[in-house]
């Protein structure tokens, strides 16, 4: 009888369920796509339901079609979006408002008026964020200021407060938990002493009542209740999805970075075991800590927040293709862009930049401007946002980054892949297993229940699949990176109350 890993990988745009064995091949794998709100501009929700059942639907999808029963999967690991704030009742487990997205932009004043009173560097100093509309801890204040109640029971204890491996866990198991990856995105956790900051949380005017206890990235965490699945699970891993991947794609040594390419882009490098300190406006967060008493692992992360979302407004918003995947062939039927760039700051800049004013700017059209050359700069400018990042960690890390492993979504795109090997002038590898997100929190759970040994074994598993090797000439690539640094400075700080 074969066991097996089930990995949930709950998404901005999808939940899915992969099911892994102990080659750490996918052997089912099932998704489902879920509402977007965007009930005013700059803001972005889901249905907390809706990341729920969409999440149960699939695991129970994978199994059924994969014929796996309960007792065959050894554990259950969870991935998710992160930053994502969920407000829900103790007792009943019912959400109390809309989940707000970690793209939506509504706190971004509430981040101005904090910056004003000069409490950046603090944040920066004890989580390792810029402090930004982006993380947790503005997100939460506003549920617990604009839903009716809310702070009065917060205060009472009625309220449970998560990011969206918290809400699973609760559904599935009923455990108020998150681990210190996620944790580290709340801008409430101080990642030296890996605990709640109880100063942070007096700043934003959160009762600790509220927050999850946070276990380690590879525990038991706990059975899933007998009903979901037909026999009770062990929940054995969680962790947010680009510490996720990054552990997916064997980054297990300080310097190896990886880089995913889904709604967004996140660029994260492994910095060993203390927190990196950033020049760049590149974050320092945590990327795992496998046990209780062992020691974290730390990340730089550069995140971006449109990237394989840039190609669903083509698709959804100006219709010009029919699935995200056409996009690559109307993007290769021109030479190049025709001049055209588009910024993608549809939701503000995030890292280097962090503007939560800028807005998505096309410039450099022309009468001879088509669909094809709008399509072609929107896959050029995920390359370029991400180029941005890794020449931010260079510097940041003083020595160069030999290869970057490649993973999500958009990563499909040979075009995309091959632009981005040029713009950064280092090899581009895409693995075996692209779905190195679920994979990575698969490996977590493993690695509780000792369904594989260690990450010297893990690492081992890790293939190659395909490798873009940066073939643009030095002059070309730093003209190009130039012109883009010209129409950035185009799309900031444009948003303005008229
Ligand atoms: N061939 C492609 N070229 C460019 N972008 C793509 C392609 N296929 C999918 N995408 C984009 O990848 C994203 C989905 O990737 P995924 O890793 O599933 O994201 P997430 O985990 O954020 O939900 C979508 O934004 C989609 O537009
Ligand atoms: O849903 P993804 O994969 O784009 O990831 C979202 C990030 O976790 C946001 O920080």
Redesign the pocket.
């Known amino acids: 009888m074969t066991d097996y890993i089930l990995a949930l990988d709950q998404?901005?745009?999808?939940s899915r369920a992969i099911l892994f064995d102990h080659a750490g091949r996918p052997c089912g794998s099932a998704a489902q796509e879920f509402p977007q709100h965007y009930p005013q501009p700059g803001w972005v929700e889901h249905d907390p339901d809706d990341l729920w059942t969409s999440q149960l639907a699939v695991a129970r999808q994978v199994l059924r079609e994969a014929r796996v029963r309960p007792d065959q999967v050894r554990a259950i690991g969870i991935a998710n979006q992160r930053e994502t704030t969920v407000l829900w009742e103790r007792a009943t487990g019912r959400a109390v408002a809309p989940a707000i997205v970690w793209q939506d932009r509504r706190t971004a004043d509430a981040c101005d008026a904090l910056r004003a009173a000069g409490h950046a560097d603090t944040i920066r100093a004890r989580t390792g964020l810029e402090l930004d509309a982006y993380f947790s801890a503005t997100k939460l204040a506003w549920l617990l200021d604009h839903v009716p109640g809310a702070r009065e029971r917060a205060e009472k204890g009625e309220l449970c407060f998560g990011t969206v491996d918290s809400w699973l866990a609760y559904k599935l198991c009923g455990a108020h938990v998150t681990d210190a990856s996620n944790a580290a995105r709340t801008m409430l956790f101080n990642i030296h002493q890996l605990r709640w900051d109880d100063g942070l949380l007096a700043l934003f005017g959160i009762p600790p009542s509220l927050l999850p206890a946070v276990v380690p990235s590879s525990a038991d965490v706990g059975m899933t209740h007998a009903d979901l699945f037909g026999a009770p699970i062990a929940v054995a891993g969680i962790a947010g999805?680009q510490q996720a991947a990054t552990f997916g794609q064997a980054c297990h040594q300080p310097g190896m970075v990886k880089n995913t390419?889904?709604?967004g882009c996140f660029m994260l490098m492994h910095a060993g075991g203390t927190p990196a300190v950033s020049h760049q406006r590149l974050l320092s967060t945590v990327g795992w800590r496998l046990q209780e008493a062992s020691q974290p692992c730390y990340l730089l992360e550069g995140s971006v927040f449109m990237g394989?979302?840039t190609?669903?407004w083509l698709r959804d918003g100006l219709g010009i293709i029919r699935t995200?995947?056409d996009?690559?062939a109307l993007a290769s039927s021109v030479p190049d862009s025709g001049g055209v760039l588009l910024v993608p700051a549809f939701v503000g800049l995030g890292a280097p930049h962090w503007d939560p004013y800028a807005r998505g700017t096309i410039v450099g059209l022309t009468r001879g401007s088509t669909a094809a050359h709008i399509a072609r700069a929107a896959?050029e400018a995920i390359a370029y946002q991400s180029a941005e990042l890794l020449t931010a960690m260079q510097r940041d890390a003083a020595q160069p980054v030999l290869e970057v492993r490649a993973d999500?979504?958009?990563a499909?795109?040979d075009l995309?892949m091959q632009f981005q090997a040029d713009l950064l002038g280092v090899p581009v590898l895409r693995p075996a297993v692209t779905e190195t997100t679920a994979l990575g929190a698969a490996y977590l759970a493993g690695l509780a229940v000792g369904f594989w040994a260690d990450c010297q074994e893990i690492a081992a598993q890790w293939r190659c699949a395909r490798r873009f090797e940066p073939a643009m000439p030095a002059d070309r690539r730093q003209a190009l990176l130039d012109r883009w640094a010209r129409a950035v400075a185009r799309a900031k700080d444009w948003e303005a109350p008229l």
């Open positions: 998404g901005t745009t999808s999805d390419y889904g709604t394989g979302a190609v669903q995200s995947g996009v690559e896959v999500g979504g958009a499909r795109n995309l």
